[in-house]
T-cell receptor, first 105, second 113 residues
Framework: GIQVEQSPPDLILQEGANSTLRCNFS?????LQWFHQNPWGQLINLFY???GTKQNGRLSATTVATERYSLLYISSSQTTDSGVYFC???????FGQGTELSVKP | NAGVTQTPKFQVLKTGQSMTLQCAQD?????MYWYRQDPGMGLRLIYY???????DKGEVPNGYNVSRLNKREFSLRLESAAPSQTSVYFC????????????FGPGTRLTVT
C-alpha cells in the first residue's frame, strides 16, 4: 500500500526559530496536502500542494513530485504553531504519523 | 457556509450498542471520507465515497458501515460497538472525485466501555 513517512517525529523549538518538516510518499499520484492539528484537536488545512512551492505568511511548502517528497518550512516560529503537523498523500489521502512540534516561549 | 459538520461531538457507548455518526457538508463537494484517529497516531481511512451512490473501503473498514444519503450527507454506523473502536472520528470532503483540497469536520470523540 501507499507509504507516507514524516520526519522528525518530534521537534522542540524556541520561539523565533525556523524549522523544516519532511514528508516522503510512495504514491505517484500528485495529491499532497499539509495539515496542522492544534492542541484542541482541530485539523486545519495548510497547503494543498501536489507540486511546486506555495507560501502563506510564515509558512511555505515545496513538493518535488518526481522525487516523492514534500517539505514544510516554518519561519520565526510562535507558540501558537505548536501541535501536530500531518502530511497526506494519494488518491485516498493516506496520512503520515505526524511531526509533533512544541514551541517554547 | 458551515463547511463540514459532525454530530454528535461526544458519545459514550457500552459494548454491543449501536450508533450512527452523522456528517454533512454544504460546499457541494463530490467526495466524502471517514477517518479515525487513535491517541498519538495519524488518521486512518475507514470508508470513503467518491460520489453520491458509491462507497469504498479504506484501511480499517471492519466493524463499520456507511451510507451516502445524498451529495451532502455521509453517515458512519457502528452496529455493535467494541472498546477497540474508542477513537476520535473525523469526516472530510473534497471537491473532486479522487483528489483535491480536503476539508475536515470538528470530530466526534467516541468512548466504548
Amino acid at each position: 500500500g501507499i507509504q507516507v513517512e514524516q520526519s522528525p517525529p518530534d521537534l522542540i523549538l524556541q520561539e523565533g526559530a525556523n524549522s523544516t518538516l519532511r514528508c516522503n510518499f510512495s504514491d505517484s499520484v500528485n495529491n499532497l496536502q499539509w495539515f496542522h492539528q492544534n492542541p484542541w484537536g482541530q485539523l486545519i488545512n495548510l497547503f494543498y500542494i501536489p507540486s511546486g512551492t506555495k507560501q502563506n505568511g510564515r509558512l511555505s511548502a515545496t513538493t518535488v513530485a518526481t522525487e516523492r517528497y514534500s517539505l514544510l518550512y516554518i519561519s520565526s516560529s510562535q507558540t501558537t504553531d505548536s501541535g501536530v503537523y500531518f502530511c497526506a498523500s494519494g488518491g485516498k489521502l493516506i496520512f503520515g504519523q505526524g511531526t509533533e512540534l512544541s514551541v517554547k516561549p | 457556509n458551515a463547511g463540514v459538520t459532525q454530530t454528535p461531538k461526544f458519545q459514550v457507548l457500552k459494548t454491543g450498542q449501536s450508533m450512527t455518526l452523522q456528517c454533512a457538508q454544504d460546499m457541494n463537494h463530490n467526495s466524502m471520507y471517514w477517518y479515525r484517529q487513535d491517541p498519538g497516531m495519524g488518521l486512518r481511512l475507514i470508508y470513503y465515497s467518491a460520489s453520491e451512490g458509491t462507497t469504498d473501503k479504506g484501511e480499517v473498514p471492519n466493524g463499520y458501515n456507511v451510507s451516502r444519503l445524498n451529495k451532502r450527507e455521509f453517515s458512519l454506523r457502528l452496529e455493535s460497538a467494541a472498546p477497540s473502536q474508542t477513537s476520535v472520528y473525523f469526516c472530510a470532503s473534497i471537491t473532486g472525485l479522487a483528489w483535491g483540497e480536503q476539508y475536515f469536520g470538528p470530530g466526534t470523540r467516541l468512548t466504548v466501555t
